[in-house]
């Protein structure tokens, strides 16, 4: 019975969830880039591989603001749009 008394000895410390766990945004921080993906999707009847660029953005966003578990954009398979994003860069200089 001792242990009742114990409730308030735990420091409990967040952290950013696993890959896979998403929070709630409950500030609405990443709330635009969601609404852009959301309508990218609708108007490409779903094909989430026409949104891609949007996808990025918008877990670019969860990352920053620790709702997400930060991963390589290349580890989420996003290689070829860092790729091409770089290349933009890169020819935009000259």
């Known amino acids: 019975m001792s242990t009742a008394m114990n409730f308030g000895t735990k420091n409990f410390k967040p952290r ?17 880039f969601k609404v852009k993906f959301m309508k990218c999707l609708r108007e490409n009847t779903f094909q989430s591989s026409l949104c891609r660029e949007e996808s990025k953005e918008y877990l670019e966003c969860r990352m920053e603001r620790q709702l997400m578990a ?3 954009m290349e580890k989420l398979g996003f290689k070829d749009l860092i790729d091409d994003d770089e290349t933009t860069k890169d020819q935009n200089k000259l």
């Open 16 to 32: 950013p969830p696993e890959k896979g766990a998403f929070p709630l945004d409950h500030f609405g921080e990443c709330k635009p």
């Open 70 to 72: 930060k991963e390589p």
